[in-house]
């Protein structure tokens, strides 16, 4: 008797634990989308003023500042990382009672939360001052002049501020699943 | 017998726990060191060069700059929350088996670890610039003139990186305890 409650109790927390995993992939794939978007965005930014002098053509790239190009290298490892992940992630659709891989997940997880949130906070600020620049420091804002190219590499932030929240999400159903096995 | 074995290996588990969980409260305790020598270090940095005109005195503090203000917001509130989150900590060291307590601790130390690591990167970005400039952007070095504010603000990435790598393994280890309870 107390042997068939306990099957159906583990029975029933599998069926949850494999409802957590499909939203687990789930989630990893709206992961990917957003910060595949984010480097792509940012990746193809270039703009050319439409007035030029003999020797100097005014044109503003991505990588003309290093922040932005260590911005598509983080979104591009989190999301190729994603990418990788989706085989642990749909082996824990399958065997709903892996914990060591779960373990594994949550560990890389971090440490991709990590950079991600570097990479965005880190163009977060040059795209601050590129809007407003700064007087104290004599940097001036170059958005007047490069308006395309600044609404460009704003928008592609979201993307990336949006997986932030997501790998959170992600931490924290892991954190849950590993507490609540049997 | 299996009773036995059962309860030996209980006791076992138990003693890595209350191990892992003296490492722990350590690691907050450095955390919190780090965290809090970062934003006292950024935020009492002024520096007054020693030439001045009749209207203008050049001065440099840190709030001239929003990033830094942010930076020593962001290593404030982190080591705040290190405190309070010391009180859990020493209740692990004393009831082992806990498991709510555990995950709640993982979602605040990932949700503190990515304000952490954005504080510190885009600071970091802010002081690249400030020691490199960027030619094609017309945003000038500033470190020519303010010497000693510019070791200081690079300094002070220092401590908040090292909380970074300290709430990842925070993390890692709250992991490994809730997979192996049992």
């Known amino acids: 008797m107390a042997g068939l409650q306990l099957g159906a109790k583990d029975s029933g927390s599998a069926g949850v634990h494999r409802g957590v995993a499909v939203l687990d992939f789930i989630l990893r794939l709206v992961a990917i989308i957003a910060t595949l978007a984010s480097a792509i965005a940012m990746g193809t930014t270039n703009e050319s003023l439409p007035f030029f002098t003999q020797f100097i053509r005014f044109r503003a790239k991505y990588n003309d500042l290093p922040t932005f190009t260590f911005f598509v290298a983080a979104n591009s490892i989190v999301s190729a990382y994603l990418v990788l992940s989706l085989a642990l992630s749909i082996s824990h659709i399958v ?4 914990q060591k891989s779960r373990v ?39 958005c007047q002049q490069f308006n395309s190219f600044c609404e460009r590499i704003s928008g592609s932030l979201i993307g990336s501020f949006g997986g932030i929240v997501v790998f959170i999400i992600l931490i924290l ?8 096995r049997h």
């Open 173 to 180: 159903m892991s954190a849950v699943t590993l507490s609540r």
């Open 104 to 142: 594994v997940l949550i560990f890389f997880d971090t440490a991709m939360l990590a950079l991600l949130s570097a990479g965005a906070s880190a163009a977060a600020a040059i795209v601050y001052l590129a809007h407003k620049g700064n007087t104290r420091t004599n940097w001036f804002a170059i």
């Open 95 to 98: 065997r709903s009672g892996a």
